[in-house]
């Protein structure tokens, strides 16, 4: 039985979409992880005999001819990524490698359960295989551009060869935000930073602590939220901590991905026996202060404590520990600069997605976004900057452009023309700091005029992404519309 069932009953113009939607949920397909899915988009261009390329690094194009009437009309390009951020909740059993989100109905909106629902981007790959699928929806050809990779730095888009397309005019598919339509983007990076430690050998009290609890949230879309950083807040805490007490730190980590704001951060530590009661004395205060600190973007936050029993473990040296801490309290995280040009956009930021503690170093990887190039390098320079005085070094990839704003743009007034007639609402057109293929795809075909729109999918990359049903059918009748009027 479908797990969509219920949506069977609402007779929508988009069921199509949601079958597709749902066939897509339930092949893994993960960042790094997109062979199966990759593969069901060219079992289903075969199945329809519909040309298609697929390359080595799982990029898939099909190409579907014009209907009868449209043969000289300009080609569309509809264009989304496969992979989608895997986040869940503490505790939840899906396992990502081996099966796709848990998804079900609740009124308006599909979610799915304890995990990230795929919304970003599954619905864009459910909207051009629906639309591959209906011979009523007439159309120009389409050229469909499917790509990998693009939430861990747009390496898909990076590496596709688009050079069998003949469209200049491109519909990306990947806005979370209905009715709002995308002109332009920050660019950004991938820096993977590494600060040596070594390590002693030590006895004295196990004690596990967690920073929980938080929001979390698209590092480039809800930046500006100021939502707690999991990691930042433990470097607080392990400084806190150092500076009324003796530790050890045995083990320390935190986030899943360099483009989620970090909801949970977990270090192991040794403390002396004789401070339990000191320690969850500091640990209770700090966490106090947090709920007060971050009542409005985090009210859940929290520091949970755990005591373990008296043993012998391998920490960090105190050079090494002073070195982690010292980079943790010093790292520049958040945003940095507003944009003076237009007015509330986030211009550039930087994210603390990911930290490890290896046996040998600290690992961390950061999301940097700005529309300023120069900004952008100035932020990658600070990062470097400071792994060097720490004995450290960085390496950058997923380096992607801006893209920029075009003024003369055809496609931008057919479609808010086609939004205000079917809908009588005014379309908005605006930037976004969350980074889009739009720009690496402008370098790769010329003149490329285009625009990015979706349907209202809330609290991308955590597990209360909420995809809404009724969205999802106004921009299904949009992009059907858009296509018929586009000869």
């Known amino acids: 039985m479908s797990k969509l069932e219920a949506l ?27 062979k199966r899915i990759s593969d069901y988009l060219v079992d289903f261009a075969k199945a329809h005999g519909l040309v298609y390329e697929q390359d080595d690094a799982n990029n898939v194009v099909i190409i579907q001819e014009a209907s009868a009437g449209y043969e000289n009309a300009e080609p569309i390009i509809i264009q989304g990524h496969m992979d989608m951020v895997c986040e869940k909740e503490s505790g939840c059993a899906v396992d990502f490698a081996k099966e796709g989100p848990d998804i079900y109905v609740d009124g308006d909106f599909i979610k799915a359960r304890g995990t990230t629902l795929g919304g970003d981007d599954g619905i864009a790959l459910a909207y051009a295989l629906a639309v591959m699928d209906s011979p009523k929806i007439v159309h120009p050809r389409l050229e469909v551009v499917l790509t990998v990779d693009e939430e861990i730095g747009m390496l898909g888009a990076e590496a596709i060869d688009l050079s069998m397309l003949k469209g200049h005019k491109l519909l990306n598919i990947d806005s979370d935000v209905e009715g709002h339509f995308l002109t332009s983007c920050a660019g950004g990076m991938t820096v993977e930073t590494t600060i040596p430690t070594d390590r002693r050998t030590q006895r004295g009290l196990a004690v596990t602590v967690t920073v929980t609890g938080l929001s979390g949230g698209h590092s480039g879309s809800e930046i500006d939220k100021e939502h707690g950083n999991a990691n930042i807040l433990m470097g607080r805490l392990l400084k806190a901590l150092a500076d009324r007490m003796d530790i050890g730190i045995v083990s320390l980590s935190g986030g899943l991905k360099d483009n989620a704001i970090p909801r949970e951060s977990a270090a192991e530590l040794l403390i002396p026996a004789e401070e339990q009661a000191a320690f969850a004395g500091l640990v209770n205060e700090l ?48 945003v940095q600069h507003m944009s003076r040009v237009m007015p509330g956009l986030v211009e550039t930021s930087l994210n603390l997605g990911i930290l490890s503690l290896k046996e040998d170093a600290l690992c961390v990887t950061t999301s940097v976004r700005s529309s300023v190039s120069s900004r952008k390098e100035e932020l990658r320079d600070r990062l470097e900057y400071l792994a060097e005085f720490l004995g450290g070094e960085i390496a950058v990839n997923g380096d992607y452009p801006a893209w920029e704003y075009r003024a003369d743009s055809e496609i931008r007034t057919t479609i808010s023309g086609i939004y205000r007639e079917l809908f009588d609402e005014e379309p908005v057109f605006e930037a976004i700091h969350a980074g889009l293929e739009c720009g690496i795809l402008s370098g790769k075909i010329a003149d490329l005029d285009c625009v990015s729109f979706g349907p209202n999918n809330y609290d991308i990359h955590t597990p209360k992404e909420r995809l809404s049903i009724s969205s999802v059918e106004k921009v299904w009748k949009l992009l059907v519309e858009f296509l018929k009027r586009s000869r």
């Open 287 to 334: 966490s106090d202060l947090l709920k007060k600190e971050y009542v409005a973007s985090d009210a859940g936050v929290r520091i949970d404590c755990a005591v373990g029993e008296e043993k012998e473990a391998r920490i960090l040296s105190f050079g090494a520990m002073t070195r982690v801490i010292f980079y943790l309290r010093n790292v520049p995280d958040g």
């Open 8 to 34: 069977k009953e609402r007779n929508l113009a988009s069921a199509k979409v949601f079958d597709y939607f749902e066939e897509i949920c339930a092949i893994p397909h993960g960042s790094r992880d997109t």
